[in-house]
Structures are given as C-alpha cells and as structure tokens.
C-alpha cells in the first residue's frame, strides 16, 4: 500500500491550519488538578472539560503532525510512518470541524468524537516499531543505534505526548462513567494500593512467562499492603509489567539448562514523603555496562520484533519480548506524573530495576 503524499491526501488549507495550530502554546494539567477538577463530574465541569479539549487537542496533535513530516534519514517517507501522520491529520481534522461546544447534548456529540480518536491512534506504537524497521532495514548495519540521537529525542517527545493526549481523552471519558469503580475519579485511583497493583502486574508477567518457556520464576512482594495512595493504576500495572517480564525472562534463560532452583524476582515497595519507590530486583545475570545505555534507546532489543513473522497489529496480548520498547515507554510513563525509571546492572548476578513515584501529583505534565 503506498501511502500518498501529504498534499494528495490533505487540502492546502487543513495543512496551513496544522502549521498554525502547532505554533500555539500547550497547557499542561497535574494528576491533582485532574482529581480536584474530576472528583464532582456535573454537566457543567464536564462542558469545561470538552471545551478545553476542544482547543488544547488539535495544538497537541498538530504539534505531533509536523514532527512526523520532518524526521532523519528519510524516515517521514516510510509507509507505516505515513500512515501514523494520517491518523493525526484526520483527527486534527476531526477536532477542528467540530462546532463550539456549548451544551450538554454538544458535549455527549464530542465526548463520543474524541471516544473513536483514541481508538484511532490504538496502534500508533506498533506501527511506529513498523516504520523504524522498515528504515533499519535500509540502513547501513555499522551504524550505531544508540548514536541515533535526533530520532530517539523525537520519539521520546512524541510518546510522551501521547501518553499525555490519551491520558487526558480517557481521563474526560471516564468521567462520564456511571458506576465509576470505588475511590475511582476517571483513571485515577484515589486509593491505589502499589503492593496490590505490582502483585497483579506481577502475575500478569508471570502468566506470560509460562506461556511462552513452559515455566516461569517464582516472584515476592515486600510491602504494606494497605498503603495507598492516588495514582493512574493502569500506568502502574504496564511499568511493573514490563520490568517483572524482563526479569522473569532473564532468570529463566539464565537457568533454563541449570540443576539449580532459579532464584525469585524480588519486589520491594518503600513509601517514602516524596517517593514511592518499587524496586524489582532478579538474579538473572545482569546487562554489561557497554550495554546499559542501549536499553532505553527504542532500536535496541535482546529479542526477535515479533512485527518480522507478524505484521497483523492485532492488539499484543504480551510477548515476553517486545520491540525493545517497553523500558523506554515505561520511563516515560515515570516521568509523565514526575517520577522516573533508573536500572542498576551487576553483570555476572542481576539487575535492579528502581521505579520511582512521585506521591505528591502536583508536578505538571511535560509538554514536549
């Protein structure tokens, strides 16, 4: 399938208002604004929330539109890539000819709009993987990945605000849920127990690992089990996923042909003042040092790109290796309410893994 050109596609006026639009200022929200605001979803705050929608989306999603027009290597011409631009050209289309929102009924109208954009943008990961494989194809072998710096920034910014965008369009979608799940204020758990979340997403990692080696290591939670704090649990559960799945799998290549019991990933969860800190610790012999600066660079990974035998982009229903995307994106998903991701290796024993979060949700979402 050739992807056409922009101009093909696109009329001259809809790619000059997208020149415009990307040029205004974001507005950032914090987790707590997003839980004051949410915690009393009447008619009137779920207006104000969809008309702020309605002017902060496109300037977002335009933003993200000229970016993918203009990256290295020739990377903006391949297939997949145009068609992650199309997408966001055609709900940046779909945003700007939706009338002021001035009533009630209005807001259902856009509240159902934005509903089918993010389900639009489902496989934008994926097929941005797609994309960068199609170039690394191309590209001279002796190339450093990691030295790639222009696309790793711009893929960094570029999930970063999609994180963001979803966030926000699930968050108001949410809202409008009827029997909203106790303590819950849209995606928001005002009552998110970590060592609860970590020992799902722990399981979760561990089914996973079962499935695809036949047996998995046991793993052990360390933690207060009733302490609680408000956090996004769905971004809690994809971090301690993705780290719990690297070191199941570590430790199970690492003693697959032993006699010896594999040892037990081990998950601490500390609640500090700042911090809540989730260390996942194995004994899955560690990553050499060379290797560390690759691991959150999105061209590096240690496994097979299941798009190479796969490219039906069915939702992924969890490889215990992905296309090397899962550490960088969860660092993201850190840094998105200001905390962070930090990997300590001991080559030869294990690695620890440390999530930071931040407890106190008044940071502003980065706007790159």
């Given at each position: 399938m050739a992807a056409k050109k922009l101009s093909e596609t696109f009329s001259k006026s809809?790619?000059?208002e997208v020149g415009r639009w990307g040029c205004m200022k974001q507005t950032g929200?914090?987790?707590?604004?997003?839980m004051e605001f949410g915690s009393k979803p009447t008619d009137k705050n779920l207006l104000i929330s969809a008309q702020f929608l309605h002017k902060e989306l496109p300037i977002r999603i335009a933003r993200r539109a000229i970016e993918l027009e203009t990256l290295p290597y020739g990377l903006s011409e391949k297939p997949a890539v145009l068609?992650?631009?199309d997408w966001y050209l055609d709900s940046f289309r779909d945003l700007r000819s939706f009338p002021d929102i001035r009533s009630t009924s209005d807001?259902?109208?856009?509240?159902?709009?934005?509903?089918?954009?993010?389900?639009?943008?489902?496989n934008v990961v994926p097929m941005m993987a797609l994309?960068?494989?199609?170039?690394?194809?191309?590209?001279?072998?002796?190339?450093?990945?990691?030295?790639?710096?222009?696309?790793?920034?711009?893929?960094?910014?570029?999930?970063?605000?999609?994180?963001?965008?979803?966030?926000?369009?699930?968050q108001h979608v949410e809202l409008h849920n009827p029997n909203p799940p106790p303590h819950c204020i849209g995606y928001i758990d005002t009552k998110m127990s970590p060592v609860q979340v970590a020992r799902n997403a722990s399981e979760h990692a561990r089914c996973v690992c079962l499935r695809e080696y036949g047996s998995a290591p046991d793993f052990?939670?360390?933690?207060?089990?009733?302490?609680?704090?408000?956090?996004?649990?769905?971004?809690?559960?994809?971090?301690?996923?993705?780290?719990?799945?690297?070191?199941?799998?570590?430790?199970?290549?690492?003693?697959?042909?032993?006699?010896?019991?594999a040892p037990p990933i081990r998950i601490i969860v500390a609640d500090g003042?700042?911090?809540v800190t989730i260390k996942v610790s194995d004994e899955g012999g560690g990553i050499p040092r060379s290797g560390l600066p690759k691991i959150f660079t999105y061209l590096y990974s240690t496994a097979r790109n299941p798009l190479d035998e796969n490219t039906d982009l069915a939702a992924d229903k969890g490889t215990m290796a992905g296309y090397g995307y899962g550490l960088p994106i969860s660092r993201l998903y850190a840094r998105y309410f200001g905390g962070d991701l930090q990997i300590i290796s001991m080559e030869g024993y294990g690695t620890d893994a440390y999530l930071h979060l931040s407890r106190l949700g008044d940071s502003q979402e980065p706007l790159p």
């Open positions: 809809l790619i000059e929200v914090s987790l707590r604004y997003m068609k992650v631009r807001e259902r109208d856009f509240t159902q709009m934005i509903k089918a954009i993010k389900v639009r943008h489902n994309g960068l494989q199609q170039l690394k194809k191309e590209m001279d072998p002796k190339i450093v990945y990691e030295d790639l710096d222009e696309i790793h920034q711009f893929l960094d910014r570029f999930y970063m605000s999609r994180i963001g965008i979803r966030m926000l369009i699930g052990n939670i360390y933690g207060d089990p009733s302490f609680t704090f408000p956090y996004v649990p769905s971004h809690l559960h994809l971090m301690v996923f993705e780290l719990v799945k690297n070191s199941l799998r570590a430790v199970e290549e690492r003693y697959m042909d032993s006699d010896k019991v003042l700042e911090d």
